[in-house]
C-alpha cells in the first residue's frame, strides 16, 4: 500500500477555479503508476472523473471534458487536478486512487456554491 495524502479543496462560488493535490509518500516507482481522480457527490456512488497514465497521457468523463485538466510532477510524486468554471453539481469528496497498488487517497470536500 501507498500513501496517498490530498489538499486543495474547499468552498468556492460557480465560475471559480479549484486545483487539488495528490501526494505519494514512499513511492519509489509514482512515475509508472497511472493515477486517477474520483468524485463522490452527496448520495451518490463515488465515480471515475479523470485518469493520466505514467506518460502523461490522459483521459475524462464527458462532465469534465473542457473545464478540468490532470496532471502530474514525477519529480515531486505529486498528481493534480485542475478545476475550471466549476459548477454545482460538481460538488463533492473527490479521491485520487494509485492505480498501480490500488491505493486511495482519504478525500477532499469540494463544495460549489454562491
Known sequence: QIQLVESGG???QPGGSLRLSCTAQKDSIFSIAPMAWYRQPPG???ELIARVGGSGDANY???V?????ISR?????TAYLQMNDLK???TGIYYCKNDLYNSWGQGTQVTVSS
Open 10 to 12: 474547499g468552498l468556492v
Open 44 to 46: 451518490k456512488q463515488r
Open 61 to 63: 468523463t464527458d462532465s
Open 65 to 69: 471534458k473542457g473545464r478540468f485538466t
Open 73 to 77: 510532477d514525477n519529480a515531486k510524486k
Open 88 to 90: 454545482p453539481e460538481d
